[in-house]
Structures are given as C-alpha cells and as structure tokens.
T-cell receptor, first 112, second 113 residues
C-alpha cells in the first residue's frame, strides 16, 4: 500500500532563505507526483506536477525534483518570501486515473 | 477560471444529526471528489464520482454517503453525525481523463458536538 510522508511537519525560516521541502513515498511505481499549496482555511492550489518519466519541473521560484528509484521528491523554494507561508502537500498517483495519495503536509512560515 | 464552491465554510452540528455538505463546480467536469483533512493525517479520500449517479468508495467511506443527481453538484451526507467526523472537508473536481488536475473548493470546517 502506497504511503506518502512529509518531513518536517513544520518549518520556520527567515525571509530570503532558500529552502527544501521533502516528500517520500514507499512504492516507487508511481504515475505522477504533485505538489500543492494550501493557505490557512482554504482549499488546495496545484503548484507543480511531475510525470514519472520526468526528473524535475520548474515554475518561477519553485523547482520540484523526482527520484523514483529512491522514492523521494523535493520542492525547492528560492529566495523565500513571507507570502510563501502556507502548508505544502505532496501527493502521488499510482496509475493513470488512480486516486491521489497525500502526505501530511509541511507547514512553512517565512518570517520577515 | 474554474470555480468549485462549497456551500458552507463553517458548520456546527449535534451528534446524531443528518448533515449535508454541498459542492458545486461550474466547469462541466465529470470527476468530483470528497476528502477529509485531519492534522497529521493529510487528505483522505472519502468518495468520488466519475459521472452523474455514479459513485465509488474512497479510502474512508464508513459513516458517509454521497449523491450526484446533477453533473455540477456532488453532495456528501453524514447520515448520523458523530464527534469523530469533526474535520475539514474538501471537495474537488477534474476534467475527464485528467484526474490529476484537481481543482479544490475552499473547504467546510465541520464541528460535531
């Protein structure tokens, strides 16, 4: 059974720092992996989607990498800003049309 | 822009009450999903639907049912609410063949007393 883990559960950094959020999954046979952002009391917004054949995806200051063999993905945020403060969730899909399996999320706080 | 609307942001109900959580999407999406989100557990899929009057159980369907009478509306029903159903409930929808592109509503925070 696929399990997705995100460590740490919470992270606090000063503004301007580059940071990495981690996501690991137990079954490497995934179809794709997705990173979401959730602001307090709000729904989820998709940030990046990496297909199983890809190694990374970039959007602005965000870069997500995928290493299927080790069951790991990282979300790199460059030059963090207070507006980046949110909970970040990763989710994997085991096959096309399959359901999303979510990690517990990392709550990020960027201090001005 | 895709809009997924959940009718209530906050709900407080009593144990044993029948509770309806409503979700409406305006993009003619076939796929709709109901999740609950709890601290330390992430999002867990309760039910999903790939078409009108069609439903499939997710990972934690016990204590819940759903209704999809119209394409744009997917309702989550708690037949007899219990305190362990206190949670944040999130609805999502996605276009046909693109279940990985899910658009989420703002969530309904339900408290069962």
């Amino acid at each position: 059974k696929q399990e997705v883990t995100q460590i740490p559960a919470a992270l606090s950094v000063p503004e301007g720092e580059n940071l990495v959020l981690n996501c690991s999954f137990t079954d490497s046979a995934i179809y794709n992996l997705q990173w979401f952002r959730q602001d307090p009391g709000k729904g989820l917004t998709s940030l990046l989607l990496i297909q199983s054949s890809q190694r990374e995806q970039t959007s602005g200051r965000l870069n997500a990498s995928l290493d299927k063999s080790s069951g790991r993905s990282t979300l790199y945020i460059a030059a963090s800003q207070p507006g980046d403060s949110a909970t970040y969730l990763c989710a994997v899909r085991n096959n096309q049309g399959g359901k999303l399996i979510f990690g517990q999320g990392t709550e990020l706080s960027v201090k001005p | 822009d895709v809009k997924v609307t959940q009718s209530s942001r906050y709900l407080v109900k009593r144990t044993g009450e029948k509770v309806f959580l409503e979700c409406v999407q305006d993009m003619d999406h076939e796929n709709m999903f109901w999740y609950r989100q709890d601290p330390g557990l992430g999002l867990r899929l309760i039910y999903f639907s790939y078409d009108v009057k069609m439903k499939e159980k997710g990972d934690i369907p016990e204590g819940y049912s759903v209704s999809r009478e119209k394409k744009e509306r997917f309702s989550l029903i708690l037949e007899s609410a219990s305190t362990n159903q206190t949670s944040m409930y999130l609805c999502a929808s996605s276009p046909p063949g693109q279940a990985n592109i899910q658009y989420f509503g703002a969530g309904t925070r339900l408290s069962v007393l």
